[in-house]
């Protein structure tokens, strides 16, 4: 509680201070401070103190993106029981978005017309200090949950089906806990932690999805206790080369259910994740610093848990910033028990090698130093030969890797924000040298060469091209300001 004591001082100060926090001005003159939003971490307890708030209330048939727009940082939104139709876009900080379920009824943010996903997004927020509960998202041809350098989020008890894109998105952040949400359908990642540090996943059921939980170029992370089943893989640390941030480590993979991860892979033609083959339990492609302790492991027809280099997904674009290896990779003990039962081809070959015709409980890959594994004999491994026996005991001494102060809100410079959008949005789709759902940006520089004003112009209200390639969604909640700052990165972008 002491902390949280100081923190409304400190906040106080801030706020009396009249510092900009993200577009919104407070000084002695503007507008009274809020009662802020506090979070309290370290020992994995973020939480929002909602007592005291203004209460913004929006019942069914209202807009909740117009609450949005009328609150003030420090506001508490609650939605009602209903179906909302729209795109809410959160630009301030300090929001609480809750739902209110009644009776069983959860407020539903409903992306589809005539039952087809048709709408892009349901959440988007560039916000720090953010709460998301108690939504039922479903059916978005993009991300149900989306951050862009957000701090200090919670995200948590959402039950999302269907999204085309992400499930639960947070990209650049810093301290956040997404924890007890309910993701099923999701064509990419359902939870996909981009480019963040200090994450905690807990507690939450992921299942028939392609990736079901990804830390990707990410630090210091926990996914614990989380039930990931029936998705073509369960759990993902790794580096995508060719971002902004080069790295990935300090990830903790623990006490999780990870059961089953065999659906056939429905990502999207050209996405990176439309390469992973079903049936396997727990990926490490890249990253260090990775611990994988006391998780059941089981059922994964290809392999309970690859750790392999980057030559693994071969048509990757290459960076020569990222190193690719996994390096001090420990493995602990897990249960790991029936799975490899229809290995790949490759997979396959390899035990081969071994008289097995079985995929194994682990494999290892390529490049990589200095890693572990405890009670080797346990399982049927193949390739972990340069693998030491691991000193450490256990990960007890983590209990969480939440931050035990708030960090501040990301302060973006103007050049940065196309940075932002074009790695938080459009990299999703575009790479520089290489197809993936939408043409390359080597490609639409050839074509826009001095021509920022076209980009932005098109991505508003894109219209359909190539036949083979789908359509470009519209970015038009992007402001036009951003428009034309992506457009700007986007045409100096080299690699
Ligand atoms: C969901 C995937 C997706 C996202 C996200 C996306 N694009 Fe696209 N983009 C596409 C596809 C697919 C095409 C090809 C469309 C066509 O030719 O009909 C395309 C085409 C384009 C073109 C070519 C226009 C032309 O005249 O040929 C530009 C420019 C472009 N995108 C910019 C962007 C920018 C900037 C962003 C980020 C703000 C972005 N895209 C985000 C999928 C996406």
């Not at 902390?3 to 100060?13: E, F």
């Not at 996914?223 to 990830?251: M, Q, R, W």
């Not at 001090?328 to 997979?347: E, S, T």
């Not at 924000?417 to 993936?436: E, L, N, P």
Request: aromatic content about 8%; hydrophobic content about 40%.
């Amino acid at each position: 509680m002491k902390k949280a004591i100081v923190w409304i001082l400190v906040s106080a100060v801030v706020f009396a201070a009249g510092v900009y926090l993200g577009k919104v001005k407070f000084s002695a003159s503007g507008p009274a401070a809020p009662p802020p939003t506090f979070f309290e971490g370290g020992d994995g307890a973020l939480s929002v103190d909602l007592a005291g708030k203004t209460i913004i209330e929006v019942k069914d048939g209202q807009s909740i993106q117009e609450a949005v727009g009328k609150a003030n940082p420090g506001d508490l939104i609650r939605v009602y029981p209903g179906t909302y139709r729209e795109t809410v876009y959160i630009d301030k900080d300090n929001i609480s978005l809750q739902g209110v379920i009644q009776k069983g009824k959860w407020p539903t943010l409903d992306g589809s017309v005539d039952g087809k996903a048709s709408l892009n997004d349901a959440i988007l927020y560039s916000g720090s200090n953010i709460l998301i509960e108690n939504f039922k998202i479903v059916l978005y041809k993009g991300n149900a949950i989306m951050g862009q350098a957000g701090n200090n989020f919670l995200i948590r008890n959402n039950w999302i089906v269907d999204a085309g894109i992400y499930g639960i998105f947070p990209e650049f952040g810093k301290n956040g806990l997404i924890e007890h949400n309910v993701l099923s359908g999701i064509s990419d990642a359902a939870i996909y932690v981009g480019m963040c540090d200090n994450i905690d996943v807990r507690h939450n059921e992921v299942f028939e999805s392609v990736a079901g939980i990804e830390i990707e170029n990410s630090r210091h992370c926990l996914v614990e206790s989380n039930y990931t089943h029936d998705n073509t893989g369960g759990i993902l640390a790794f580096i995508t080369p060719g971002l902004p941030i080069k790295t990935c480590f300090d990830v903790i993979i623990r006490d999780n259910f990870v059961v089953n991860n065999n659906h056939p892979n429905f990502g999207k033609p050209g996405a990176i994740i439309s390469m992973l083959p079903p049936g396997t339990g727990i990926i490490v492609m890249a990253a260090d610093d990775v611990i994988i302790e006391n998780n059941i492991i089981t059922g994964n027809d290809n392999t309970g848990i690859v750790i392999t280099d980057l030559s693994f997904g071969s048509q990757l674009s290459k960076d020569p910033e990222s190193e690719p290896n996994p390096d001090r990779v420990v493995v602990l003990d897990n249960v790991m028990f029936n799975n490899g039962n229809n290995p790949v081809a490759d997979v396959k070959t390899a035990m081969a090698t071994q008289m097995d015709n079985k995929g194994p409980d682990i494999l290892a890959y390529g490049g990589g130093v200095g890693s572990c594994i405890r009670n080797r004999d346990m399982y049927r491994t193949f390739g972990l030969e340069n693998y030491a026996s691991c000193e450490l005991e256990s990960t007890d001494n983590v209990k969480s890797y939440l931050l035990s102060t708030p960090v501040a809100p990301r302060v973006i410079e103007k050049d940065e924000k196309g940075k932002m959008a074009y790695y938080g949005v459009c990299s999703g789709c575009h790479a520089y040298d290489v197809r993936m759902i939408g043409p390359p940006t080597q490609v639409i520089q050839a074509l826009y060469k001095d021509n920022p004003q076209g980009i932005a112009d098109y991505i508003a209200n894109p219209v359909h091209k190539r036949d083979d390639y789908p359509e470009m969604p519209p970015q038009n909640y992007l402001s036009e300001e951003t428009r034309l700052a992506v457009a700007e990165f986007m045409l100096t972008l080299k690699n």
